[in-house]
Each structure stands twice: as C-alpha cells, then as structure tokens.
C-alpha cells in the first residue's frame, strides 16, 4: 500500500500543483496509460517519446509491480479518475 499512497501522491502534485491549474493531456494519458493499458499498448505509447530500451524495461518492471495491486483494496482508480475530471482533461 506505500507503493500507492506514493504513486498517487506524485500523481496528484504533477497534475493539481495549483487549485486551478489544468493538467496537461498528455501528462494525464502517460499516467492513466501507466496503470490501465497492457504492456503492449504501453510500448507503443512510450514509443514516441524514443526512450533507450533500458528505460522501457525498467518502466515496464515498475508496471509489472503496480499492476499486483488490486484496485478494489485501493482508492487510486477512483482517484486518478476524479484528477482527470475535475482537471478538464
């Protein structure tokens, strides 16, 4: 439950820094995409940003332990979704 509390912390100073900052899109779709697309989608949405293919794996291994989390013991889902709806993105 650490690995969560800080992940959406960092979540939350990244996208909601100020009471009426905006997030940026693109930022929102890299941390959504993180938690819910499959390794395969996550590839190809990293992919333009051309990262050295240690930085991929070491991405993807940060993944495989996020993704052992189960959602329903967690509030981060809820949250993430409740950042990117009061954010306008």
């Known amino acids: ?31 959504t995409g993180f ?16 990262p050295p293919p240690e930085a991929l794996e070491a991405k993807l291994q940060v993944k495989h332990c996020t993704d052992k989390i189960p959602l329903e013991d967690i509030l981060i889902e809820k949250a993430l979704l409740k950042i990117v709806a009061k954010c306008g993105v």
């Open 1 to 31: 439950i650490r690995l969560s509390v800080c992940l959406l912390l960092v979540s939350l100073a990244l996208c909601c820094y100020q009471a009426n900052a905006l997030v940026c899109p693109a930022l929102a779709s890299e941390i």
């Open 35 to 50: 938690f819910f697309l499959s390794d395969d989608l996550l590839k190809l949405q990293v992919a333009k940003f051309n």
